[in-house]
C-alpha cells in the first residue's frame, strides 16, 4: 500500500478501491520490488527514486513467504501462490464490496468528500446504510469504514509536534477550536470499531 501511495503522490497512477486491488497479484508486487509499476493500459514506470524506507515494507512480505525464492521471480511454487491467497482473499470481500457494488460512490479517483475538511470545517456530512438490504456483516463493513476513516483523520488532527512555539504546538491544533465537531453514530453497536473509544477521551 505504501508503494502505490507514493506512486500516486508522485503522479504515477489515480488511487481507488479498484486499482488497489488490481495490484493484489503476487506477479505486479515482484515487479514492485525489482522497482517497476505496472500500470494499466500504460507504460510501466521506474521507482528507483523511491526510498528504501517505501519498498522495503513489501520486500520483506516476499522473503517471507513461505517457499519464495527471489530468483524465480513469475516462476514461484505453488505452495508461495497458495500462501499469498490466503492473504489475498481476507480482503477481496470488502474491496469487492467498495469497487463493485458501491463502486458508484467510493470507486473514484478524485473524491469530493473530504473527511478532514468536513471536520474541520464543521460542514454536514450524512451517511446512509442500508440496514434492511445488505447482510450484518457487509453493513458492518460499511460502517467500520467510514469510522475508521474519521478515526485516522482525528488522529492525524492531534499533530506530532512537542517542541516549538506555543501558539505553533497548542493554540492552532484543532483541538482548540471554539466550537466541538458534532458526530452522530445512529446505532453504533452494528459497526463498532475496536479503539473508537479512546476518540471522545483524545476530543
Same mark, same amino acid.
Given at each position: 500500500?505504501?508503494?502505490?501511495? /507514493?506512486?500516486?503522490?508522485?503522479?504515477?497512477?489515480?488511487?481507488?478501491?479498484?486499482? !488497489?486491488?488490481?495490484?493484489?497479484?503476487?506477479?505486479?508486487?515482484?515487479?514492485?520490488?525489482?522497482?517497476?509499476?505496472?500500470?494499466? *493500459?500504460?507504460?510501466?514506470?521506474?521507482?528507483?527514486?523511491?526510498?528504501?524506507?517505501?519498498?522495503?515494507?513489501? !520486500? *520483506?512480505?516476499?522473503? *517471507?513467504?513461505?517457499?519464495?525464492?527471489?530468483?524465480?521471480?513469475? %516462476?514461484?511454487?505453488?505452495?508461495?501462490?497458495?500462501?499469498?491467497?490466503? $492473504?489475498?482473499?481476507?480482503?477481496?470481500?470488502?474491496?469487492?464490496?467498495? /469497487?463493485?457494488?458501491?463502486?458508484?460512490?467510493?470507486?473514484?479517483?478524485?473524491?469530493?468528500?473530504?473527511?478532514?475538511?468536513?471536520?474541520?470545517?464543521?460542514? $454536514?456530512?450524512?451517511?446512509?446504510?442500508? /440496514?434492511?438490504?445488505?447482510?450484518?456483516?457487509?453493513?458492518?463493513?460499511?460502517? %467500520? $469504514?467510514? !469510522?475508521?476513516?474519521?478515526?485516522?483523520?482525528?488522529?492525524?488532527?492531534?499533530?506530532?509536534?512537542?517542541?516549538?512555539?506555543?501558539?505553533?504546538?497548542?493554540?492552532?491544533?484543532?483541538?482548540?477550536?471554539?466550537?466541538?465537531?458534532?458526530? !452522530?453514530?445512529?446505532?453504533?453497536?452494528?459497526?463498532?470499531?475496536?479503539?473508537?473509544?479512546?476518540?471522545?477521551?483524545?476530543?
Amino acid at each position: 500500500m505504501r508503494v502505490l501511495v /507514493a506512486s500516486r503522490d508522485a503522479g504515477y497512477i489515480l488511487l481507488d478501491a479498484n486499482t !488497489i486491488r488490481n495490484y493484489f497479484g503476487l506477479e505486479k508486487l515482484e515487479e514492485m520490488a525489482d522497482k517497476i509499476l505496472v500500470r494499466e *493500459n500504460q507504460e510501466s514506470v521506474s521507482l528507483a527514486e523511491f526510498p528504501s524506507v517505501v519498498l522495503e515494507p513489501m !520486500i *520483506n512480505y516476499l522473503n *517471507n513467504l513461505p517457499g519464495y525464492i527471489k530468483e524465480k521471480k513469475g %516462476k514461484q511454487s505453488s505452495q508461495v501462490y497458495e500462501q499469498h491467497g490466503y $492473504i489475498t482473499m481476507q480482503l477481496t470481500r470488502v474491496f469487492s464490496s467498495l /469497487a463493485d457494488t458501491y463502486g458508484h460512490i467510493i470507486r473514484t479517483n478524485l473524491p469530493e468528500v473530504d473527511l478532514r475538511d468536513v471536520v474541520l470545517n464543521r460542514r $454536514i456530512l450524512v451517511v446512509l446504510l442500508p /440496514a434492511l438490504e445488505k447482510s450484518p456483516d457487509e453493513l458492518a463493513n460499511l460502517g %467500520k $469504514i467510514i !469510522i475508521a476513516s474519521l478515526k485516522t483523520m482525528m488522529a492525524s488532527g492531534l499533530g506530532d509536534e512537542v517542541e516549538g512555539m506555543y501558539s505553533k504546538v497548542i493554540e492552532r491544533k484543532p483541538t482548540n477550536a471554539r466550537s466541538p465537531f458534532l458526530c !452522530i453514530l445512529d446505532e453504533y453497536g452494528y459497526y463498532a470499531v475496536p479503539g473508537f473509544a479512546v476518540v471522545p477521551a483524545q476530543a
